[in-house]
């Protein structure tokens, strides 16, 4: 099994060419730090509103390259949010919010159509499951929310053998399908993205860290090795790494995910009867989640990675031995018919975690500064929706997409350090061993009951 920084789908699409590094100092309507999917949905919008408008991208690395090339690929909406939604912003908000979210996944799959982007876009729904009894009925909250609010189409619950029609697997239970989801290959949507924002006129800059973003009148300036931007505007899309800025140093946390990738199994899809392209995950606070490839592979992730001290990651969010063997374990508890069949590669990436569990936009007090964070491993589909808002808070418009209840929520603060590495390595691992003797069928010991529920005791929302 190759275990490498990048994995699987970014050595599936290719190596890009390198963009040129920022050398000199550039002026600009607008500046975006970050090439991922926030940065380049963002960078997109506005020059689709604006197409006069300057737009300079810097990105550290290579764009698509961190956590937007390396995650599942799902293109989930928000409908799974629903309760949280609403009970922070209301009914009305709430389904705003995921009825754009939905819309964005739906013109996800027309964009790559009309832009010519292979990025196999599939839009055959999200299937959230039981994998233990702690695990039944964990969809029913956001179910009961979608009828009450006129949406019942969005969540259907479906019964152990509805479930096993769609995808068998002895740990399944019962579950819920979410239609509006689709699977994306993410490196080749990343890399697609970037190379369409580079023929609109977008100036792309890689290997281009910013040094210093500092605000002066009238606009705002980024200091790189090379070079500066100075822009009216700037866009920060740069995920985990919001965490060393200090307005948002407690605004968010950054933990870690891995996942493996089979050897192609058409026959074993079949005779499973996975053969819909569903992506599915199970209930858990640090969930397992797993979808196929066009030739049959089997991608599985499991979301509990190690927390990281602040912003710094130091390579284990991508190699972490350990963690890539606990993910093998549980892809072979669901699947056990791929005892003998070869696991291929394993990666990982690091995850910006918010404390409301849901993504947040907003900015900062000179309103010049503009910043997106904390998809909590679900940013596929979200981060276009997060890039519109972007752009419409950039191009200083108040329009439907910079009035939803994702903009500028009331915050939500997490610990400072080290109490934040510290209390979240606790209760990560409290969070690993209950839900291990949940999935043995034995009661968790009373440490981890205990340290598990301390997050939801001071406002910090875990898990699903």
């Given at each position: 099994m190759r275990h490498t920084a990048e994995g699987y789908w970014l050595a599936e699409a290719g190596p890009p060419e390198p963009l040129p590094a920022l050398g000199g100092d550039e002026a600009a309507d607008f500046?975006?730090?970050g090439g991922g999917f926030t940065g380049m949905w963002a960078a997109?919008?506005?020059?689709?509103?604006?197409?006069?408008?300057?737009?300079?991208?810097?990105?550290?690395g290579l764009c698509g390259h961190g956590p937007s090339g390396r995650n599942g690929g799902f293109a989930n909406t928000l409908w799974l949010s629903l309760p949280n939604l609403r009970e922070r912003s209301g009914g009305a908000a709430a389904l705003a919010v995921?009825?754009?979210?939905?819309v964005e996944v739906h013109e996800l799959g027309e964009w790559c159509e009309a832009e010519g982007v292979d990025a196999w876009y599939r839009r055959a729904g999200y299937l959230q499951v039981s994998a233990s009894p702690a695990q039944d009925g964990a969809w029913e909250p956001a179910a009961r929310a979608a009828r009450e609010l006129g949406e019942p189409q969005a969540i259907q619950p479906l019964s152990a053998s509805e479930v096993a029609e769609i995808c068998r697997s002895p740990a399944f239970r019962g579950g819920a399908l979410y239609p509006d989801s689709a699977t994306v290959q993410p490196a080749r949507l990343a890399l697609g993205l970037r190379a369409r924002l580079a023929a609109r006129g977008v100036r792309v800059f890689e290997r281009t860290p910013v040094r210093a973003l500092r605000e002066e009148p009238g606009g705002?300036?980024?200091?790189?090795?090379g070079g500066s931007v100075r822009a009216a505007h700037a866009v920060l899309g740069a995920g985990g790494a919001l965490a060393a800025l200090r307005p948002l140093r407690l605004r968010l946390t950054v933990t870690s995910s891995h996942m493996v990738i089979t050897e192609p199994v058409p026959d074993l899809l079949e005779e499973i009867g996975w053969t819909g392209g569903e992506c599915i995950t199970d209930s858990r606070a640090m969930v397992n989640y797993f979808r196929t490839t066009p030739d049959g592979r089997i991608a599985f992730g499991w979301g509990g990675g190690r927390i990281a001290a602040g912003a710094r990651l130091g390579g284990r969010a991508e190699v972490d031995p350990e963690v890539a063997r606990q993910v093998v374990a549980h892809l072979r508890r669901f699947f056990p018919g791929l005892a003998g069949r070869r696991i291929e590669h394993a990666w990982g990436g690091p995850i910006d975690?918010?404390?409301?569990?849901?993504?947040?936009v907003g900015s900062l007090a000179s309103g010049?500064?503009?910043?997106a964070f904390g998809y909590t491993g679900n940013g596929v589909g979200p981060s276009r929706l997060c890039g519109r808002c972007l752009a419409s808070l950039a191009l200083e418009r108040r329009d439907e997409a910079s009035r939803l209840a994702i903009v500028e929520p009331p915050?939500?603060?997490?610990?400072?350090?080290?109490?934040?590495?510290?209390?979240?390595?606790?209760?990560?691992?409290?969070l690993v061993r209950k839900e291990a003797a949940e999935d043995a069928g034995r009661r968790p010991a009373l440490?981890?009951?205990l340290l598990s529920e301390l997050p939801r005791l001071i406002g910090i929302h875990i898990g699903r």
């Open positions: 500046a975006i730090v997109w919008f506005i020059s689709a509103a604006a197409p006069g408008a300057r737009v300079v991208l810097l990105e550290r995921a009825r754009a979210s939905a705002v300036r980024l200091e790189t090795p975690v918010s404390p409301t569990h849901l993504p947040v010049r500064v503009h910043y915050p939500v603060r997490v610990p400072p350090e080290p109490l934040r590495y510290v209390g979240g390595a606790l209760i990560r691992e409290a440490a981890a009951r």
